[in-house]
């Protein structure tokens, strides 16, 4: 018996790789193949199946691109009605793979066709669970995916029955393999790790203590988050098929030059700069979104993007390939080439002001502004700080004052500067970045307020 897990950090994302006897599974693939085919061959295995525990909303999923270069079946569970040829399993049904067995367990709950896999060892016996995004380390999956079709309590209360009745009961010490870790937006609140067991689960995420079921629906429905509008979008996508990610990369790594950006601009692409803030501070194109690769990338772009905008990259040389790709991850799909040389516009670059934490208080005229989530906001934040969270500009921006000047800061300084270039698009012309955010102005000695003082 072999298992792999293929972490993804900045999706949060975990596919897993099984074999047995030369006999290899993939379950929830990403929408690249290569790790997979590559990781199969590096192993002499051959990939029999390829599974999916629902349709994904926060990535499209490699799983048709995979299937067809495999030469190997899709598998859903129940209820998966696709536009493209799968195995819908029932209820309990078996897959042989060497001298292991996976098991189907429709878990309705996150949505009506998510469904967990059990591997049975050779001797039968339950070793581990694949559970997309059923159950999570310390959290479950959000059931508010279906509104118009199914009410959150109504798939909450799916949840609860699919909890009870057959992931509480395995044993102990089965292994818990989940879909996302910590950071995904699948859930409210994912714990770090990126696997446990179902007596660790038991013993610690709320969602599977013994409760009423009212009580569970309660607690599992309260204090979610609005979803990033292009969930939608990617559960379509993957329900409905796709175009072969090869030739995606070919149509969208297109080299431009200043005037062909310049053309696209004018018909109302949008600059998107992949660099880290560090380099985009020193200049960029005026009225460029900075999301840099060297964070949850494809989540931020997901939120921040419609996903039917035209894009222009900007990139650092060399990552042209990887920006096109992670967007491609998130059904990001419109990107109509990228800035072949940043050297070569012919315009004054923009340039973003950062000051050290220390320094805000040389600023007294200026309002420091977090743009953190919620939750972290309420567990502690700058004294006189002001919220106003990154994952609903530029909507709620029409609170804030264009003339007044603001200090931006998030919890380490990466989404920080997404928001200084948000805001420098919306026309607000006295913004900067502080370096380090929250942490450095814990660091400094800043004045917060604590989650306990706020009770």
């Given at each position: 018996?072999?298992?792999?897990?293929?972490?993804?950090?900045?999706?949060?994302?975990?596919?897993?790789?099984?074999?047995?006897?030369?006999?290899?599974?993939?379950?929830?693939?990403?929408?690249?193949?290569?790790?997979?085919?590559?990781?199969?061959?590096?192993?002499?295995?051959?990939?029999?199946?390829?599974?999916?525990?629902?349709?994904?909303?926060?990535?499209?999923?490699?799983?048709?691109?995979?299937?067809?270069?495999?030469?190997?079946?899709?598998?859903?569970?129940?209820?998966?009605?696709?536009?493209?040829?799968?195995?819908?399993?029932?209820?309990?049904?078996?897959?042989?793979?060497?001298?292991?067995?996976?098991?189907?367990?429709?878990?309705?709950?996150?949505?009506?066709?998510?469904?967990?896999?059990?591997?049975?060892?050779?001797?039968?016996?339950?070793?581990?669970?694949?559970t997309g995004d059923t159950l999570f380390v310390g959290d479950v999956g959000r059931p508010?995916?279906?509104?118009?079709?199914?009410?959150?309590?109504?798939?909450?209360?799916?949840?609860?029955?699919?909890?009870?009745?057959?992931?509480?009961?395995?044993?102990?010490?089965?292994?818990?393999?989940?879909?996302?870790?910590?950071?995904?937006?699948?859930?409210?609140?994912?714990?770090?790790?990126?696997?446990?067991?179902?007596?660790?689960?038991?013993?610690?995420?709320?969602?599977?203590?013994?409760?009423?079921?009212?009580?569970?629906?309660?607690?599992?429905?309260?204090?979610?988050?609005?979803?990033?509008?292009?969930?939608?979008?990617?559960?379509?996508?993957?329900?409905?098929?796709?175009?072969?990610?090869?030739?995606?990369?070919?149509?969208?790594?297109?080299?431009?030059?200043?005037?062909?950006?310049?053309d696209w601009r004018r018909k109302g692409a949008l600059v998107l700069d992949t660099r880290?803030?560090?380099?985009?501070?020193?200049?960029?194109?005026?009225?460029?979104?900075?999301?840099?690769?060297?964070?949850?990338?494809?989540?931020?772009?997901?939120?921040?993007?419609?996903?039917?905008?035209?894009?222009?990259?900007?990139?650092?040389?060399?990552?042209?390939?990887?920006?096109?790709?992670?967007?491609?991850?998130?059904?990001?799909?419109?990107?109509?080439?990228?800035?072949?040389?940043?050297?070569?516009?012919?315009?004054?670059?923009?340039?973003?002001?950062?000051?050290?934490?220390?320094?805000?208080?040389?600023?007294?005229?200026?309002?420091?502004?977090?743009?953190?989530?919620p939750g972290e906001w309420n567990t502690s934040h700058y004294k006189d700080g002001i919220?106003?969270?990154?994952?609903?500009?530029?909507?709620?921006?029409?609170?804030?004052?264009?003339?007044?000047?603001?200090?931006?800061?998030?919890?380490?300084?990466?989404?920080?500067?997404?928001?200084?270039?948000?805001?420098?698009?919306?026309?607000?012309?006295?913004?900067?970045?502080?370096?380090?955010?929250?942490?450095?102005?814990?660091?400094?000695?800043?004045?917060?307020?604590?989650?306990?003082?706020?009770?």
């Amino acid at each position: 018996m072999y298992i792999e897990q293929l972490y993804t950090n900045c999706l949060a994302e975990a596919a897993y790789y099984i074999e047995s006897e030369g006999e290899a599974a993939i379950i929830d693939p990403l929408r690249e193949t290569e790790p997979y085919l590559e990781l199969a061959a590096k192993r002499k295995a051959k990939i029999k199946y390829v599974f999916e525990t629902h349709f994904h909303a926060d990535f499209v999923s490699g799983h048709i691109d995979l299937a067809r270069q495999a030469n190997a079946p899709i598998v859903y569970g129940p209820q998966a009605h696709t536009n493209y040829e799968v195995i819908n399993a029932t209820d309990g049904q078996e897959f042989a793979l060497g001298k292991l067995t996976l098991r189907v367990l429709h878990t309705p709950g996150h949505t009506p066709e998510s469904s967990c896999f059990l591997l049975l060892d050779e001797n039968r016996k339950e070793h581990a669970v694949f559970t997309g995004d059923t159950l999570f380390v310390g959290d479950v999956g959000r059931p508010d995916l279906l509104d118009g079709v199914m009410t959150r309590e109504e798939l909450a209360g799916l949840l609860y029955d699919s909890l009870n009745t057959k992931i509480k009961t395995l044993p102990d010490e089965v292994i818990v393999y989940p879909a996302h870790g910590p950071g995904s937006a699948c859930g409210k609140n994912i714990g770090k790790e990126t696997f446990s067991t179902i007596g660790e689960q038991k013993k610690f995420n709320y969602a599977m203590k013994d409760q009423s079921r009212e009580e569970f629906i309660a607690k599992v429905t309260d204090g979610i988050l609005p979803p990033p509008a292009y969930f939608f979008e990617d559960a379509r996508i993957n329900r409905e098929g796709y175009r072969a990610i090869d030739a995606v990369i070919a149509k969208n790594k297109k080299a431009l030059t200043a005037s062909e950006v310049k053309d696209w601009r004018r018909k109302g692409a949008l600059v998107l700069d992949t660099r880290k803030p560090d380099d985009f501070e020193r200049g960029f194109i005026n009225g460029s979104l900075n999301i840099g690769l060297n964070g949850q990338f494809a989540v931020w772009v997901g939120t921040l993007v419609d996903i039917n905008q035209p894009l222009v990259l900007v990139t650092e040389p060399g990552k042209e390939h990887e920006s096109v790709l992670r967007l491609a991850r998130v059904g990001y799909e419109n990107v109509v080439g990228y800035l072949e040389r940043l050297a070569a516009w012919d315009e004054p670059l923009d340039t973003v002001r950062s000051i050290a934490a220390p320094d805000i208080l040389r600023e007294p005229t200026a309002r420091v502004l977090d743009i953190r989530k919620p939750g972290e906001w309420n567990t502690s934040h700058y004294k006189d700080g002001i919220f106003v969270p990154l994952a609903d500009m530029p909507d709620n921006l029409s609170q804030l004052d264009k003339n007044q000047s603001y200090l931006v800061h998030c919890a380490g300084g990466y989404r920080s500067m997404m928001a200084v270039s948000l805001m420098k698009r919306e026309g607000f012309k006295h913004v900067t970045n502080i370096y380090g955010g929250f942490g450095a102005m814990v660091n400094a000695g800043l004045e917060v307020v604590t989650e306990e003082a706020l009770v």
